[in-house]
């Protein structure tokens, strides 16, 4: 069997436990192979063993397989990551995202279905619910202003639009006077194009990115993220002298976004005003986003202001949940926002409650 998982099971812990008490013999730690084992190791039929897993796993887990010669995907009930169904001449394929449809020329038939297993073999494909859905589900936020690709389409939503619409709403909530509205490339790019559309400030460049460079977020040492933002980033010079607005999705630990800032000033600009097209992060992910823990969360304990002045910007200004949630042109009753609102859809991991509940006693 060849099994590939986007997300993160928050019982995987319990099911390795339960594995192991059977006799199985796991060579990862990852959670991934905790779902390959939970197949393999059922002697009911393919398709029914791949039902019986699923009924077992608790958290984010998007799925593509391949055994016996069939082509197999599933979704969790909460639907925390996408996974999309699509015809290639014919034949059927299964993706993560709308975009990769689009790069083989496939076309998009449908979402995968919260809790819903789809089987393809030679007699075609069939789906069947093998969870209840769990209530409007729980798309993850964070796809929709930072992950996704901005040339897919999310829950129907077309996520450079929505983008662009977080910047144009983030202009409304917190306008400022400025020279040039400058993206912090690439994922803050939509947000500013909107930003700069909604306050007809002069939109530029301004920092030209390397391409060859990885995302600096989950770089391991700080020491490596620091180099790293120094690869990454070169401000032009047509920031001398002028206001600037730089203008990004999100803030994680705040290290990147003060390097920035710093560079900018270093080049001469007046004053840099940062706009951030998402609320403060303020909590953890379970459910596949390696972020950070809490505590290195730079908005987890601190105020917006701050925020500002760990960064050293002009001004510091993030889009309200409400407008967030009104770019998506979606219902909130159908999103995960957990790291934004530490409201958590599922039970979280029982090693990550037992280290908060240590944190909360030091
Ligand atoms: S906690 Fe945040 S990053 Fe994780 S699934 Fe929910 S919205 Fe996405």
């Not at 996520?159 to 709403?169: C, D, I, N, P």
């Not at 930003?195 to 939109?203: E, M, Q, S």
């Not at 206001?243 to 270093?266: K, P, Y």
Request: hydrophobic share 40%; with cysteine; proline share 5%.
């Amino acid at each position: 069997m060849a099994l590939g998982h986007n997300g993160n099971l928050v019982n995987a812990t319990e099911l390795r436990e339960q594995l192991a008490g059977d006799g199985v013999k796991l060579v990862t730690t990852s959670d991934t192979e905790v779902i390959a084992a939970l197949i393999a190791n059922d002697p009911a039929p393919l398709d029914e063993a791949f039902t019986n897993a699923i009924a077992r796993l608790e958290g984010a887990f998007s799925v593509t397989a391949l055994a016996e010669g069939k082509l197999i995907g599933f979704r969790d009930p909460h639907g925390f990551r996408p996974l999309v169904l699509g015809r290639l001449d014919g034949d059927w394929v299964l993706a993560s995202e709308t975009c990769a449809l689009d790069l083989v020329g496939a076309e998009l038939e449908r979402e995968v279905g919260l809790g819903e297993l789809v089987v393809i073999d030679d007699d075609g494909c069939r789906a069947e619910q093998a969870v209840p859905q769990a209530n409007g589900g729980a798309l993850c936020m964070f796809e929709f202003f930072y992950l996704a690709r901005p040339d897919t389409r999310l829950a129907g939503v077309e996520v450079h639009g929505a983008r662009v619409r977080m910047g144009e709403r983030l202009a409304e909530e917190a306008p400022v006077e400025a020279d040039l509205v400058l993206p912090i490339p690439d994922s803050g790019t939509p947000a500013a194009i909107g930003f700069a559309r909604a306050t007809g400030i002069d939109f530029s460049e301004g920092l030209i990115k390397n391409r060859y460079v990885g995302r600096t977020f989950i770089q391991p040492d700080q020491g490596l993220r620091e180099q790293g933002v120094k690869l990454k980033f070169n401000p032009l010079a047509e920031v001398k002298g002028k206001r600037v607005v730089a203008v990004d999705d999100s803030i994680v630990r705040g290290n990147t976004t003060r390097q920035i800032v710093a560079m900018l000033f270093e080049a001469g600009a007046a004053e840099v005003h940062v706009r951030i097209s998402s609320p403060p992060i303020v909590s953890q992910c379970y459910y596949g986003i390696d972020f950070a823990e809490e505590d290195e969360l730079i908005a987890a304990k601190r105020t917006v202001e701050e925020v500002r002045e760990y960064i050293g910007a002009t001004s510091l200004a993030y889009l309200s949940l409400e407008g967030l949630q009104a770019s998506t042109r979606r219902p909130e009753s159908s999103f995960c926002r957990a790291c934004l609102t530490r409201d958590y859809p599922t039970a979280v991991p029982r090693e990550s409650t037992k280290l908060r509940f240590e944190t909360t006693r030091t």
